[in-house]
């Protein structure tokens, strides 16, 4: 296949046209991209990416009984993983019964970075700190004027050395964003500070700036949440299927032992947590890789990736789940009003503040996480998800009604895997 030019400007019939003539495959990819267009509001999906043929299903599902801050929530989730919602749920009604889920906002800050050159004395730009602050602020005071007054803007403005590049400065800016996740606003007004910091070293009669870029950081360390449950140990009854809640405490404080020491296993752990954050993430419209660098970042601060959670079980008896990361959401700007279903999530969360958001998707994260290790430490992680995924699996099968109804019956009490399905039908 050649080089294609202007693949842009061709119409959607000719970008379907191009591949279906020039990609060896069996689908007839007109008719699978017209089925899955929308009938009344195809115009606005297509603005939200570009060279845009269909829409891409994924399902949108609910977890209700999130007892969260003393509040009772229905969780919008959209997943394509069996299982996640279920197990939310489920986490969620147990832990209703014992105070629910707790959170506490750190802070909200968000991070931008001016990066330049400079050949200059360290220390006339340390001095100089404080006023080349008062000089920037105002330089973007039109841009950051209706964030003011919503109480955000910059906060702060720090000038650090990169040592391990010659004469290389970021400009840290520090912002609050109210209820917007602030991208598009703090990449304005870093953009906007170029010329006057390079005009203010002009003015002093000092070496020039060679400004090399302007960008957000999605490393909000300050941005954090965390979100705990508690319950005595006698009452994990519920989850210690085979086990005393006392055995069962040990065995899962032991495996988030594990998850914090061991790298290959707090990977996996932790995209538990981000199973359910993910998924309310995506359902309000808001930026999940964002969310997911960062909390990546933030489990590797010393050195070592380890899990975002920990487990305590005191000497009086009392078991403590806790999860603390980084969450940058917004609830107003960007999808979160304009994708019909982030805008009906927000009606479902009750039009949540960025910070109740930020509660709400920890909560999510911290119940998926507690199903997960609970499963693998009793009955183990595939035997709820294979059931869950069953019909996934008799789908791809293409089973009739009837082949759903006894297949599903024969595996009520055994073990499911796609070769036993297939045997099964066989028969």
Known sequence: MKIVRGFSKLSRAEKIEYIQ????????????????????NQALFDDFSENTLSNFYLPYGVAPNFLIDGRMHVLPMVTEESSVVAAAARSASFWAKHGGFKTTIHDSIKIGHLWFQWSGDAKILH??????????????KEITQSMDGRGGGIVDIQFIQQPELTNVWQMQVSFKTADSMGANFINTCLEAMKEPLANYFDEQNLPTVDIIMAILSNYTPDCLVTCEVSCEVE????YSTGLSPQ??????????????????????????????????????????????AAGHAFASRDGQYRSLSTCEISDEGEFKLSLTLPLTLGTVGGLTRLHPLAALSMEILENPSAEKLMSIAAAAGLANNFSAVASLVTT???????????????????????????????????TVSIQKVREFLNR
């Open 21 to 40: 003539n020039n990609v060896p495959m069996v689908a007839d990819l007109a008719r699978v991209a017209n089925h899955y267009r929308h009938e009344t």
């Open 380 to 414: 183990g992680i595939q035997k709820g998800h294979m059931k869950l995924h069953l019909s996934n699996i008799l789908t791809s099968f293409n089973a009739t009604p009837e082949e759903r109804e006894r297949t599903e019956a024969y595996f009520s009490d055994k």
């Open 235 to 238: 009452e994990l009854a519920p």
């Open 127 to 140: 001095d100089l700190t404080s006023e080349l602050q008062i000089y920037l602020v105002a330089s973007v």
């Open 247 to 292: 055995d069962f405490a040990i065995r899962f404080q032991l495996a988030m032992d594990i998850a914090y020491h061991n790298t290959h296993r707090a990977v996996t752990h932790n995209k538990g947590i981000y199973n359910g954050i993910d998924a309310v993430v995506l359902a309000t419209g808001n930026d999940f890789r964002a969310v997911e």
